[in-house]
């Protein structure tokens, strides 16, 4: 009984703070319960992640090996290696004719480091930033966990589930807004913005004051029509993008920023502390990718063939309304003649279809309990095979 004072009184200084209790993320969850199925000798087919089937450009990989086999792997500059920060500046010119001083480039760990950065880099504590739903669930939750308050604007069939500039300044009429992070390519919808939607939003939030934050994960990834970066369009802009999408580097965790010149100090001094530097190797591999594209682009029009699968063969098998799917690699059906709750529906189907999806819920806490989505990332076997288990499984589930 002497141990019950100091016990009780550890237990509670491990006691979780209230901005860690944000919600999981579902897809990883779901890997996990199919994980599970093939540790018992089941086969998946996996749709639920954004994890493309081919690995990095072969280029990538002869530079990480040369590296290895020079020896030393050490610290790098906080903001980048200078040459990779310039490939990136200059593929800015290539790709979208902008020029950009490479002196705004900050390299980061994958996106999700990027978006770390500018939210401390940009926002206080209870500074409302505005997201849309459906969207990426880890805007919200950073957001949360850095004690900021995500605001959801629902999008609209109509607006082809795009914010626009009137959505953006109603909601900042209710309450004002600091902030506005918008994604073209969308995850999980695959719509895109066409330079005079993009241009008309961006000029919304800056005639309001509302930082803008774009998201530029999936470019490279259009089908609809060339994506527009917003650094083309503004320099007050804060740009992130990867490459774990279009280049197949997703665990390599490296990604970038373009930020304002007043904003690359600040994200210098973060980027110091949270992380000394990003991997060195990576950053290697990262600047000899560029020189991968017709290998990567090869890889791309395995999606388009994927996604012309899935539009084809989803209707057929019941799943016949579904969200744009401009570009990325994503399709967002909506299940709900079949299921009212797109969670139950995707662990059944996970179950007795063996075709691993992400419920909607994940995406939007608001609607998503009538979708799923789909990522068509994958080999068209692996498509063409989940078209057909979906399709027998429908025709005989009862919910």
Same mark, same amino acid.
């Given at each position: ?54 690995? +990095? $450009? ?5 530079? @990480?090996?040369? %590296?290895?086999?020079? &020896? ?5 500059? =906080? #903001? ?94 209710? +309450? $004002? ?5 918008? @994604?073209?390519? %969308?995850?999980?919808? &695959? ?5 005079? =939607? #993009? ?201």
């Amino acid at each position: 009984m002497a141990n019950v004072k100091p016990l009780a009184a550890a237990a509670s200084l491990l006691t979780p703070s209230a901005r860690s209790d944000v919600p999981p993320f579902m897809v990883m969850d779901v890997m996990a319960a199919a994980a599970r199925i093939e540790a018992s000798g089941g086969h998946v087919v996996h749709m639920e992640v954004g994890q493309p089937a081919a690995s +990095a $450009p072969t280029c990538a990989l002869a530079a @990480a090996h040369a %590296a290895i086999d020079a &020896g030393r792997i050490d610290y790098t500059s =906080a #903001l980048g290696i200078p040459s990779l920060r310039a490939r990136i500046a200059r593929h800015y010119h290539e790709t979208y004719g902008c020029a950009l001083d490479p002196e705004r480039i900050v390299v980061t760990t994958g996106s999700s480091g990027g978006f770390i950065l500018a939210f401390l880099a940009l926002f206080e504590p209870g500074d409302r930033v505005a997201v849309t739903v459906p969207g990426y669930p880890p805007y919200r939750h950073v957001l949360t966990a850095l004690g900021c308050e995500p605001v959801l604007i629902e999008t609209r069939s109509e607006d082809r589930h795009a914010l626009t500039g009137e959505m953006l300044l109603a909601a900042h009429r209710r +309450a $004002p807004l600091k902030g506005v992070l918008v @994604a073209s390519p %969308a995850n999980p919808t &695959g719509t895109m913005m066409s330079s005079e =939607a #993009l241009s008309s939003l961006m000029a919304a939030a800056d005639g309001a004051g509302i930082r803008f934050i774009s998201d530029e994960i999936y470019h490279g990834l259009d089908y609809a029509f060339p994506a527009v970066t917003a650094a083309a369009l503004s320099q007050d802009a804060v740009v992130i993008n990867s490459f774990s999408k279009y280049f197949c580097m997703t665990g390599w965790r490296v990604g970038w920023m373009v930020v304002p010149d007043r904003l690359v100090r600040p994200i210098e001094r973060l980027q110091q502390n949270l992380a000394i530097s990003v991997p060195t190797l990576s950053q290697i591999a990262a600047e000899a990718a560029f020189e991968g594209r017709t290998e990567m682009d090869a890889v791309r029009h395995g999606y388009q063939e994927n996604r012309q699968i899935l539009i084809e063969g989803l209707p057929k098998a019941g799943l016949d309304r579904f969200l744009p799917a401009d570009g990325a690699f994503y399709l967002y059906a909506d299940v709900s003649r079949f299921c009212a709750d797109s969670f139950v529906f995707a662990s059944r189907m996970l179950e007795e279809a063996h075709v691993a999806a992400t419920p909607g819920v994940d995406f939007d806490p608001i609607h998503g309990r009538a979708f799923v989505r789909f990522s068509y990332a994958r080999s068209t076997e692996d498509m063409r095979t989940a078209v057909a288990r979906i399709g027998r499984w429908l025709a005989t589930a009862t919910f």
